[in-house]
């Protein structure tokens, strides 16, 4: 499919013109392999939808300021992805089916580990994976945050607002300087990075004037092409634990239990309430405990939580300090999470052999890897699409999100497979819907399950606070307030930015005003 209003002898002279700037190798617009690994992997429908027309893959910024003018010559929309992994949200593909994925993952540079400091700041290309290498080849003694898959990129997941597990697990938090490239070509560094030689690039995240960083996450408004990130340094002591909980409704008093442990740091990383199928899932198949249709009944469940020893709730943290901090800390932890029957404590030693503790052990440590994608053996040849609303840090609205969550997932036919990811005052309750990945009926099924969560939440006071491609306009459209006065202003930003609308059509819903696609 080529982009619209663009004739095949355009498309032609346009990529044409980037095989000169970029090399053939890096224009990939025949059919092929190399084409194909731009779709959407897990994409819950035909993968038309998004099939890209070509990737270009431009090597540095001057690269991309020259793909740039032949964009704006040409109006050929791009879509910018660092490694391409966000999978579960849209993977490298783009919004819209003829659109030129724009590979950033020839940039890859570390530019520079800060040990006095605590930062690096990196290029798109840089997977988890190379930043963790990096810094133990060196010996450095700072901890990045992976995301859960370690082949995901420091600056992919950072710009889609994605989060971790340590301390530092609000990514975006710990973002400190941005170098962006603007449609029309133009180089801009936030912050104290505006000034010449500046000496606090890293340090200091907001400079003079406007902020500008948070309009470059979750958008269209540039090509983010170097950020920094603040990186933990290595305590004195760890220990990561786990607390099982036996019923499903106990997510009220662990949530409320948990508040105060975390506005008070003693739960200090970004912790995990993980629901019986996702813990289990990571073990076990679905099939080894029941093979009917439908939501594993309660039986099965039973059995589930008694053979691996695990909670309908599992929450996963850990202590960070010196050893006579860890103890202390400790002590008011396990008090406090007593109070829910039937809770069961367990450190490292409790769990050898277990590959749950142990993966998510590491993640809290920053040490990346691979092992949550297990989680898609549940039902086979899994694929996944993430439904994840906000939900406050209260019994009452956990429980309710859960209730209306869980309740639509076995209504549709599917496992509620969720876990509550505990930020600063939110919770980032995260819904993976597994489904088999060449069993049209269940994509179907899916879809439909897909847009319920999206009105029932909606209807509840609930937003998500990232989606997949498909249902970006739709989740836009949830954040309506004031006759959709923030998208309005996003508009306005898009067409003063960018407005040809070149980058990233549809990205997060923005649609530039005077795109052709508008909110189509
Ligand atoms: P990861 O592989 O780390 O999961 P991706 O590279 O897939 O992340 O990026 C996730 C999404 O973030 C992309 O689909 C794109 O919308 C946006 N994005 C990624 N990198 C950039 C960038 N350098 N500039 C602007 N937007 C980006």
Known sequence: MLPPNLTQADFDRAMDELRAVLGREWVIAEDGPRRASYRDPFAPRDVDKSEPTAAVAPANVSEIQQVLTIARQYRLPLWPISTGRNFGYGGPAPRHAGTVVLDLKRMNRIIEVNEKHAYAVVEPGVSYFDLYRYLQARKIKLWMDPAAPGWGGVMGNLVDRGAGYTPYGEHFMAQCGMQVVLADGTIVETAMGATPNAKARHLYKYGHGAWVDGIFTQSNFGIVTQIGIWLMPEPPGYRPYLVTFPHEDDIHQITEVLRPLKLGMLVPNAATTVGLIWEAAVKVSRA??????????????????????????????????????????????????????????????????????????QLMRG????????LLNWVGAGSHVDFSPISPVTGDGALKQFHIMRDLCHRHGFDYIGEFLVGWRDMHHILMLVFERNDEERKRAVRELFEALVNEAAQAGYGEYRTHLDYMDAIAETYHWNERALYRSFEMMKDALDPQGILAPGKSGIWAGRSHHKRS
Request: hydrophobic share 35%; proline share 6%.
């Open 288 to 361: 080894q405990y029941y093979d009917g249709k439908g939501p594993l009944p309660d039986s099965a469940r039973k059995r589930l939580a008694s053979d691996l020893n695990i909670g309908n709730w599992n929450f996963y943290a850990a202590l960070y300090g010196p050893e006579a901090i860890m103890n202390n800390n400790w002590k008011v932890i396990e008090e406090s999470f007593r109070q829910v029957n039937g809770a069961k404590f367990y450190f490292e030693a409790d769990r050898g052999g277990d590959p749950a503790f142990a993966y998510r052990a």
């Open 367 to 374: 040490i990346p890897n691979m092992t949550e994608y297990s």
